[in-house]
Nanobody
Framework: QVQLVESGGGLVQAGGSLRLSCGAS????????????VGWFRQAPGKEREQVAS????????YYADSVKGRFTISRDNAKNTVDLQMNNLKPEDTAVYYC??????????????WGQGTQVSASS
């Protein structure tokens, strides 16, 4: 079964930073990872899931939600089959479970079909 794996979540104080990483867990999907656009989503308790950022296959096109522009940066290393989300100046409202997803298309209009299990990010005030 194809699986995406997230890592890097944790608890920080407001104003702090975290770096999330997403990778593919299984061969041969891990070999095809670079063929997919990848996005990061988050869902806080009682709220709908929202797309935070996404990046095209080659990395030349990105999308950011207004709430994270200027604070979060998405990047990918296709040689390592990873997509990272650098999160700076974290705010309490960034607290959520963060998921990575992969699919076809150009950000933000990507048909995400593969999903990870999620990683908790908490920013305390």
């Amino acid at each position: 079964q194809v699986q995406l794996v997230e890592s890097g979540g944790g608890l920080v104080q407001a104003g702090g930073s975290l770096r999330l990483s997403c990778g593919a867990s299984e061969h041969p999907f891990s070999s095809y990872f670079s063929n997919y656009a990848v996005g990061w989503f988050r869902q806080a308790p009682g709220k709908e899931r929202e797309q935070v950022a996404s990046i095209s296959r080659s990395g030349d096109s990105t999308y950011y939600a207004d709430s994270v522009k200027g604070r979060f940066t998405i990047s990918r290393d296709n040689a390592k089959n990873t997509v990272d989300l650098q999160m700076n100046n974290l705010k309490p409202e960034d607290t959520a479970v963060y998921y990575c997803a992969a699919g076809a298309g150009t950000p933000p209009a990507v048909n995400f079909v593969y999903w990870g299990q999620g990683t908790q990010v908490s920013a305390s005030s």
